[in-house]
């Protein structure tokens, strides 16, 4: 049988998710550290607090961590 790796949400991600929606770069910075991620969503929540939110799941989608290997 061949195995596969499926992506999943862990809870960290949820709760990423969840911070998102209050404070987008807070959550940035706790996905990929003071990269220009975070730069860049700061600057887009200064633009408008959605555009920041929507970047911010954009990049906790992106870099999903969590992998299970099923048989």
């Known amino acids: 049988m061949a195995h596969t790796e499926t992506n999943v949400s862990s809870t960290g991600n949820v709760c990423l998710y969840f911070l998102a929606i209050f404070l987008p770069p ?3 910075l706790m996905k990929r550290g003071l990269l220009a991620d975070f730069w860049i969503n700061l600057c887009l929540t200064i633009l408008g607090w959605i555009p920041g939110m929507i970047h911010a799941w954009w990049i906790i989608s ?8 099923t048989a």
């Open 26 to 28: 807070v959550a940035v």
């Open 62 to 69: 992106q870099h999903e961590t969590t992998h299970i290997k």
